[in-house]
């Protein structure tokens, strides 16, 4: 624990935890404190729009996925993300730990579809705690791995050498197993109780043990014992193996000890590599694709992936940077005019846009008038006037944007030339007093549809902005 940044981490999923553990919860609750990690909000609505959640229509902001999604899914989801973010940079360099991250990383996914599906079979409803168990069922192998390179590769070389899994080979040279390992750290770390417990109970399944202790265990417990078992297994094949024969035979055990059918098991593995890439995007690390034996073992015509579904965005460092900045001003109580001036230089800078416009409610309340431009234009931005009076046109992107209180990716574009378009009110409600309107220059390359990511990151913007009006005195747009 002498690490400040991983004990810092723990924290944020024990409060996680126990306020989706309290009746009283809001989602609000739960997004204040999604939006106070760094980077975490774009990371989150990256992967609610993902293949991850098969989301039929995009969540723009953190506060409509925790609706959406629910709040104990997307808590442990965050969890999850801030507990791995902490071995992205050494998994950066590659090697043994790259590897070990990308069995971390498979375990969580297939844990969590695990639970699921093993919590339909039993005719419960969903259990959220797949993902995260996962995640901590690999934990101590992980903090070996970083802590204890040495150890950690010596006992890669003596599975290789002995044809042993690489868990076998940290318990003779340490003694002690990793599931051993990982029930320490969730302990020392003061992580939440239920934990530790799937982890125990996934101890005594793996020693046989059929103590009277044992026997007491809620079942629900027993079954997520079980589901993080399974995933440890298949991701151990999917990472360390060649085989597609080894696949199938540990996928034919698993469906002996969880009762999920095997054409849903075949689904669940064959879905793996999309929403592993998936993560990778989310977590900006690359790591090695997994093989292509993974895939066919999906039944035909379940498999998920599909390149156009996959989210690229370039200029995350930049944009998390302006993230950071935003959120530091609203923390800090910094003026409303100080926190729109960031988010547009985010729009300009970290998104990429060519041309941003803000537009503040006029004195009369019926028009936005243009304020302050950003980018290459001769147009005076005050010669903008956009009536939010009357029937709203649905084709004016800055009207519905105003009167909805909503990111707005569709109408027609404010400049003749530009296309795509984004649109975030300035404010929520009542409380709204205009817009900022974004759109990049058409016919240079840039005439591509916004990405899924870069929606959720615009989201994301609107949020912050919202909330840095929520928490200053009511402005006023003539002061702005």
Known sequence: QRDGDFPASAKVVSELRRLTSEPNTTAANITEVILKEPSLGTRILHLVNSSFYQRAKPIMTVS???????????????????????????????????????????????????????????????????????????????????????????????????????????????????????????????????????????????????????KKLDPRIIAAAKSIQAAEQ????????????????????????????????????????????????????????????????????????????????????????FVEEIREAIESNEPTSSVITTVMETFAWGLKFDRVLLLLLGAGKHELIGRMLLGPSKIDPRSFHRSVQGNLDPHAPDAVAFRESRPVFFGDPLFDDGWPIAVIPVGFNKHTIGVIYADRIAGQGNDMELTEREKAAIGMLSELLSRSLEMSPAPRSKHL
């Open 64 to 214: 409509q996925a925790v609706i959406q999604i629910g709040m104990k899914p997307l808590a442990e989801l965050c969890s999850g993300l801030v507990l791995l973010q902490k071995f992205v940079p050494a998994a950066r360099r590659g090697g043994p730990f790259a590897n070990c991250l990308q069995k971390t990383i498979c375990t969580a996914i297939l844990a969590s579809s695990l639970s699921s599906e093993n919590d339909k079979g039993e005719g419960r409803p969903g259990d959220e705690a797949g993902y995260l168990a996962g995640s901590f069922l690999e934990l101590g192998t992980l903090l070996l791995a970083y802590y204890f390179p040495q150890i950690y590769q010596t006992a890669v070389k003596r599975a290789k050498a002995k044809d042993q899994s690489i868990g076998t080979s940290i318990q003779d040279i340490t003694g002690v197993s990793p599931l051993e390992l990982s029930i320490t750290v969730v302990e020392a770390l003061n992580l939440p109780e239920y934990y530790r417990e799937i982890l125990v109970a996934a101890f005594s399944l793996d020693k046989n043990v059929d103590d009277e202790s044992a």
């Open 234 to 321: 298949i991701s151990n094949v999917v990472v360390f193996k060649s085989e597609v024969d080894e696949l199938q035979d540990v996928m034919k055990k698993v469906q002996a000890s969880t009762g999920i059918d095997v054409g849903v098991l075949g689904t669940i593995v064959g879905e793996l590599p999309s929403k592993f890439k998936e993560h990778c995007s989310a977590l900006e690390v690359t790591l090695t694709s997994l093989p292509e034996f993974t895939s066919v073992s999906a039944e035909k015509g379940t498999q998920q992936s599909d390149a156009s579904k996959e989210i690229t965005f370039d200029s995350s460092d930049s944009f998390s940077h």
